[in-house]
């Protein structure tokens, strides 16, 4: 079996892992059934707590504010 063939079963092995797992219905993300039973339980709490509060602030566009854009300059001192 080469390399290619190696990655094409992994693959496919990881997308039926990933199907067994149960999807969170507030967040969309899986998990296994231990895992899922407590989470889903904290993103419902998470979940009412936000639409509590109302949304988040956006700017005209629909973006969330709230992070800081930074911009870095590198400047090559290479000639």
């Known amino acids: 079996m080469d390399n290619?063939?190696?990655?094409?079963v992994i693959h496919i092995m990881?997308?039926?892992?990933v199907l067994d797992y149960i999807?969170?219905?507030?967040c969309q993300r899986r998990?296994?059934?231990?895992?899922?039973d407590r989470h889903i339980n904290f993103c419902?709490?998470?979940a009412a707590r936000i639409s509590n509060k109302g949304k988040f602030p956006t700017d005209t566009k629909g973006k969330s504010t709230?992070?800081?854009q930074v911009i870095i300059v590198v400047i090559s001192t290479n000639k």
């Not at 990881?14 to 892992?17: D, R, T, V």
């Open 4 to 8: 290619v063939d190696c990655n094409i």
């Open 66 to 68: 709230s992070r800081t």
């Open 31 to 36: 998990f296994n059934e231990n895992a899922a």
């Open 14 to 17: 990881l997308l039926f892992s």
């Open 44 to 46: 419902k709490e998470q």
């Open 23 to 26: 999807q969170c219905p507030y």
